[in-house]
């Protein structure tokens, strides 16, 4: 008698656990940004998740936590329940162990979708002398750490991206991390607290528009639609090509109906024509085929993008 209840018990665990799989989402999803609100990487998210909410017929939540290169947020996520219903954004997840941050990456977590890839620009205060890119450089060649390079925190992308910009013209900047994202140094280059600095183009835009700094080269392989009268690094002799990315993710295991629910919800967000417009005005490139395997492929050729870059600045945690 006893073992029959009990395969009943189980039976009907089982019946409203596959109802609930069935009809995911059914409540709001918790999203860990481990960066500050106002940053390249939430900015971004703002927008994507409203379209992703249309799809997936709930609230998306954000939760902001910045702090080493995202890695603080990815601990909290990696912690949680793998049941859809919390995700983390991060830029950095790839090589969290090489920088020694901690002892995951990508491989330990649920990977669901790059959505789209982001264009850096050199940009300085509106003030600056610095009227092109090769004006800066050659300052800063003879000026070995005299120029003031506002970025985000060691190991972060746009850390990275100025760290490359250094080794491809040659210079040696006066690098100064912050904590958290791009609006950091939006602000610290809008105001004219640093000689320059480096980030993406999205989080640098609005202090652009309002005439408070100027854009003096992207590090992209070719100049970037909608701002064509901004050249490139690498046409100028400095061979700085580096894309910045997002990745959203979840904790390890997610039941495998969830997880095709989640990455067909962010193909055809990435692919919304509303999502395209969007990465047109703020230089960034649609990938929706990013997702899932194809998006792990992608974090793992990158790693090995990023991994001589981090051995040369010696980064790498043995």
Known sequence: MKKLYFIFL???????????????????????????????????????????ERD????????????????????????????????????????????????LDHNDFSILAIPSLGVAAVAVPAKSPFKSIKELV????????????????????????????????????????????????????????VDLGVASMAALRAQRDAGNLRFLAVMAETRVPGFEEIPTLKENGYNATYVSWQCYLAPKGLPSEIYERLKQAFYRTANSQEYRQWCLKNARIPTPEYIGEKAIKFLDEDREVQKPILEEIGAIKK
């Open 138 to 193: 050659e300052y800063a060649k003879e000026n070995p750490g005299k120029l003031r390079c506002s970025t985000t925190s060691k190991g972060a992308v746009h850390w990275m991206q100025a760290k490359n910009f250094e080794q491809a013209a040659g210079v040696k900047f006066n690098i100064i991390p912050n904590p958290g994202g791009a609006s950091f140094i939006a602000t610290q280059v809008g105001g004219g607290h």
């Open 10 to 52: 189980i039976s009907v665990i089982l019946i409203f656990y596959t109802k609930e799989i069935n009809s995911f989402p059914i409540k709001p999803i918790k999203v860990i940004v481990g960066y500050e609100a106002g940053s390249s990487t939430d900015i971004a998210a703002r927008v994507i998740f409203p379209i992703l």
């Open 56 to 103: 997936l017929g709930q609230p998306i939540i954000i939760i902001n936590k910045p702090g080493a290169a995202s890695s603080i947020a990815m601990r909290e996520v990696y912690k949680e329940k793998p049941d859809g219903y919390t995700w983390g954004v991060s830029c950095s997840v790839s090589v969290f162990k090489l920088l020694g941050l901690m002892p």
